[in-house]
């Protein structure tokens, strides 16, 4: 067969596309990729069917298979690389960090310890159970992270996943659930533990919302999509918005404050919903952080105009982020608005009043208002207005135990890091498990296994007990 130069330009054009979605010369569909959400939905209730009869050993032998892919460098490159191009989002070196963060830290089936009640009666069990069909709805800051996470917790509870990923996060999304549902398949799981459509979009989200077969809905978003998920009857998780103020006080370890306050918040370019969104100091301290930020990363900028202009710039009508700067580098913003400087600056850092909107809108981007206050606990009370009661996350710089505990208890965030970046908090140098599904509207906090979970009872009457 010969071929024009037009004609091998669609070949390469067509071949390069199939790549970005299916990442595998696999079939267009298969591996839990369906045309419509209808289809994708029966699917998973009948694989959940079959997964039912599967043992323990077996979920975590298909928990250790999706981490086995996640860690595959070959996979964990591409997937972040993708991810960042396609999301316009990001940055590669950190959604590494993120993604094997997913895979390796989520806890599987030593999640659901199993409580018993024992004596003279016999013997009761609650154990964790399936819900049936999960229907996961996952952001565009985190789209693999959120995928992974919510796979390894959701299948380790039995249950099986329908995902709507965002549209703008469509083809790595897809790529990874095919890669996820080939290793799976490969050690012996019923076919579409996990699924999606072709074509996500919000038409297709709203029919899985709707779908009489999901039981559970678990969103993963800002404000819009975790009411919509609540308001549907079902059984909903919420893991929404925050703008996690960071409290600086006279006690503070500035030096470490400062490091720990660059590194949260640039942390994937500030995409995470954790990381440090606004700085308010004490007075006495303030221009000691800013000197010690500005040796660690910071760049501050001082000029009105050009404060001006950068609101005009990443804002939409100083009310939203916009979203072409979400996830953007500090040195990509900084030449917009005709500053160059080398990727050693991580941060933009200014000084602001508490009204201005860097201070007061969830940017994701790294740009670091910080707010002066006279006293730390006009800090606490102006980090706990800042947060706008999402409750999610904030952090304190402190050795001044009765401060940190009152900021705890005011701020009542579903995480309050001590002393460290916010990343700690999802277990990066910090104790305890990860998850990017955190769940502070529902309650169920930092999600895994278990909150996919029905508790169920089950007794044996003058019986079972061994005392
Ligand atoms: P987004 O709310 O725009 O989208 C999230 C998902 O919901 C996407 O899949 C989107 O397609 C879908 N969606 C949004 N509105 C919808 C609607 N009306 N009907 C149906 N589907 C809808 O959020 P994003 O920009 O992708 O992610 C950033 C937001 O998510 C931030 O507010 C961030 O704080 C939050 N977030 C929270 C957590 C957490 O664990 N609490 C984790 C990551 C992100």
Redesign the pocket.
């Known amino acids: 067969m010969s071929c024009n130069t037009n004609q091998i330009e669609e070949l390469v054009k067509k071949i390069v596309a199939e790549y970005n979605t299916t990442g595998a010369k696999t079939e267009e569909y298969g591996y839990g990729i369906f045309d419509t959400m209808d289809d994708a939905v029966e699917a998973s209730a009948k694989a959940q069917k079959e997964y039912m009869n599967h043992s323990m050993a077996d979920r975590q032998k298909y928990v250790e298979g999706i981490r086995e892919v996640i860690c595959d460098q070959k996979n964990l490159d591409y997937m972040s690389k993708l991810a960042v191009e396609e999301s316009g989002m990001g940055c590669y070196e950190h959604k590494k960090i993120k993604n094997k963060l997913a895979a390796m830290k989520s806890p599987g089936i030593e999640d659901l310890a199993t409580e018993a009640f024992s004596g003279d009666d016999g013997l009761t069990l609650v154990e964790y159970c399936p819900f049936g069909v999960i229907g996961a709805?996952?952001?565009?800051?985190?789209?693999t992270?959120?995928i992974i996470c919510n796979s390894i917790a959701m299948l380790a509870g039995g249950n099986t996943v329908v995902f709507?990923?965002?549209?703008?996060?469509k083809g790595v999304s897809i790529w990874l659930i095919k890669k996820i549902n080939a290793k799976l398949e490969e050690l012996g799981a019923p076919n579409n533990l996990i699924v999606t459509v072709k074509e996500?979009?919000?038409?297709n989200?709203?029919i899985m919302?709707k779908h009489p077969k999901v039981r559970m809905l678990v969103?993963?978003?800002?404000?819009?999509?975790?009411?919509?998920v609540m308001s549907t009857g079902k059984k909903a998780i919420?893991?929404?918005?925050?703008?996690p103020p960071v409290v600086v006080d006279e006690t503070a370890d500035i030096k470490k404050a400062a490091v720990d306050i660059v590194n949260g918040c640039s942390f994937d370019n500030n995409?995470?919903?954790?990381a440090e969104k606004e700085i308010v100091a004490v007075d006495s301290i303030a221009d000691e952080l800013i000197a010690n930020m500005k040796a660690n990363g910071a760049y501050e900028l001082k000029d009105p105009a050009i404060i001006e202009k950068m609101v005009d710039m990443v804002t939409k009508d100083r009310k939203k982020p916009q979203?072409g700067f979400?996830g953007k580098s500090a040195q990509y913003i900084l030449d917009k608005v005709g500053i160059q400087v080398g990727p050693e600056v991580k941060v933009i850092l200014l000084e602001a009043p508490k009204d201005h909107p860097f201070v007061q809108i969830?940017l994701?981007m790294p740009i670091l208002p910080l707010v002066r206050v006279p006293n730390v606990d006009e800090a606490i009370d102006f980090a706990v207005e800042v947060e706008h009661g999402?409750r999610?996350t904030a952090m304190m710089h402190s050795k001044n135990v009765d401060k940190l505990t009152k900021m705890a208890k005011d701020i009542e965030t579903?995480i309050f890091v001590k002393n460290g970046p916010s990343y700690a908090g999802i277990g990066v140098g910090g104790m305890g498990y990860a998850?990017?599904?955190?769940?502070?509207?529902t309650g169920e906090g930092l999600?895994s296994a278990k909150s996919f979970c029905r508790k169920r009872r089950c007794v044996v009457q003058n019986g079972g007990h061994i005392r």
């Open positions: 709805i996952a952001p565009t800051t985190n789209p992270e959120t709507s990923p965002h549209p703008r996060s996500p979009s919000i038409d989200t709203n919302m969103a993963t978003g800002g404000p819009g999509i975790v009411k919509a919420g893991a929404g918005a925050g703008n995409l995470p919903c954790i979203v979400v969830e994701m999402n999610h579903t998850t990017f599904t955190i769940a502070g509207p999600t």
